[in-house]
């Protein structure tokens, strides 16, 4: 298997798991990166998701022997739809990256909702210098995450951004020491996981649909938009109306 699950008390752990090749991505991958995202979409017993890459790092990126020997995809558009899917699944997906993410692993990070990134993780977009240009989704995703100037010194310098550098430029959202980096996965996914999947899933889809809109129909969609409050909450109001005071 060369994307792997692993389910930890509703946490569902992904890994990119071609460590001999740095976790190159391939359409094999793709393909099962693709079945696992869609079987997620129907476990309601996840509430947090984990993309992370196996050895040495996240990944070096698009496989360039794939590349030069001209991929066979399903569809036009097949990449960047399975990275859509992932972005619109209607539980938090939290990028854990260590070591590498170079263009097109990049690019599949930035479907994730942010980045945990360990002090040894770089990051990059190299397609200029393979003269090429991307089609999985980093001319969109990544100017909204950095704003459209450091997206375009990143994309035209391809210059490699250290973890403390993607922190300040809000590439990454967390920098931790390599050493913690295990840990602050738990606790992340931990403290997602004890809020409420109803609260995850309908404020993904309003942040979804108000992204980029002007600030008065964005506060007008919410209103109307607004799926109200879900099935836990009697229970969660309850639990905490009923802890002894301190």
């Known amino acids: 298997m060369s994307v792997t699950r692993d389910d930890q008390n ?6 990119l798991n071609r460590p001999d090749k740095l976790n190159a991505l391939t359409v094999e991958m793709f393909e099962e990166l693709r079945r696992h995202v869609l079987d997620l979409y129907k476990d309601e017993s996840i509430g947090c998701v984990v993309l992370r890459g196996a050895g040495k790092c996240f990944s070096a990126g698009h496989d360039l022997a794939d590349i030069s020997k001209g991929e066979k995809v399903p569809s036009r558009g097949w990449h960047s739809e399975t990275l859509r899917l992932l972005e619109r699944l209607p539980k938090p997906v939290i990028a854990a ?3 590498h993410c170079y263009t097109g692993a990049l690019e599949v990070a930035l ?3 942010f980045i945990l990134a360990a ?3 770089k990051f990059a977009d190299t397609h200029a210098k393979w003269a090429l240009t991307p089609i999985w ?3 969109q995703r990544l100017p909204r995450r950095v704003g459209i100037a450091s997206a375009k010194r990143l994309m035209f310098t391809a210059e490699t951004v250290k973890a403390a550098d993607a922190l300040r430029m809000g590439l990454a959202e967390m920098v931790v020491p390599d050493a913690e980096f295990e840990q602050a996965i738990e606790q992340l996914a931990a403290q997602i996981l004890a809020n409420s999947p109803f609260s995850h899933a309908a404020n993904k889809r309003l942040l979804e649909a108000t992204d980029a809109r002007d600030m008065d129909s964005g506060l007008q969609w919410e209103i109307l938009n607004n799926e109200g409050v879900g099935p836990d909450m009697q229970a969660r109001i309850g639990a905490f109306m009923g802890k002894p005071k301190s």
């Open 10 to 15: 509703g946490l569902a752990i992904l890994t």
């Open 97 to 99: 990256v260590h070591g």
């Open 111 to 113: 479907a994730a909702d």
């Open 119 to 121: 002090e040894s993780a």
């Open 137 to 139: 989704g980093m001319s």
